[in-house]
């Protein structure tokens, strides 16, 4: 009797351990562990303490005057930063999209002293995962943040869940702009996940940190784009 009940609570903890159903994308794309320099990992540590501190004077602080906000940008600096982004309220986008780009780790750009997130490693995965696999180009792709991201059949946590992701590569065939993605995994199989948990080749964030004055400053926060 024992050995039966020791076979049941053997199952059980299998099956809440790996008994998950996980889906199958066009390969993994795991996060980078960056390797910096002892400056800028000293930065690192303190922006992302302020980051999970919401705290705005340290961030105005490293806000280079002239930061780039991409191709749609007035091109008025850190007063344009401020406007867009109100950092006093810890609802504003800055806060967790900082959370979302800074986690997939960075690389050392080309030029001296400049730091990209996330790494440029990850361009290089999504290129040769989907080099001839997707019907679409690589802008249409994202990778999955997590473990055991959920795919729903339809764009609504109410919805069955079909499976999870671990870190795979899919093709996003619908951009659902509010909440949700469509995507496509392999065997052309399709589901739908939330936006926040895909962190996708075009239109989403990156940030640039570069070393001005023997300071490092964020020089760059934008969307990605073509």
Not at 85 to 96: A, P, T
Not at 132 to 156: E, R
Not at 160 to 177: A, D, H, K, S, T
Request: glycine share 6%; charged share 20%.
């Amino acid at each position: 009797m024992r050995k039966i009940v020791l076979l049941i609570l053997i199952y059980f903890i299998y099956q809440i351990s790996y008994g998950q159903n996980y889906l199958n994308g066009y390969g993994k794309s795991y996060p980078i562990e960056g390797k910096y320099d002892k400056s800028f990992n000293s930065f690192l540590k303190k922006l992302k303490t302020a980051i999970e501190n919401y705290d705005q004077n340290y961030i105005y602080s490293i806000v280079d005057l002239d930061i780039d906000l991409g191709p749609e940008s007035n091109g008025r600096g850190i007063w344009e930063f401020k406007s867009v982004y109100d950092l006093s309220d810890v609802n504003c986008v800055f806060w967790s999209l900082n959370k979302r780009v800074l986690s997939w780790g960075g690389s050392k750009s080309n030029y001296q002293n400049v730091f990209h997130f996330p790494s440029e490693e990850i361009w290089d995965k999504y290129s040769y995962l989907t080099n001839g696999v997707l019907s679409q180009n690589i802008f249409s792709i994202g990778i999955a943040i997590g473990d055991k991201v959920p795919v729903y059949f339809s764009p609504n946590e109410n919805s069955n869940i079909e499976g999870y992701l671990n870190f795979e590569v899919v093709e996003i065939v619908n951009f659902i702009r509010d909440e949700w993605s469509k995507i496509q995994m392999a065997n052309n199989k399709n589901g739908f996940v939330r936006k926040n948990d895909l962190y996708e080749f075009l239109g989403d964030y990156c940030i640039e940190f570069k070393k001005k004055n023997n300071k490092w400053v964020i020089s760059l926060f934008c969307r990605t784009s073509i």
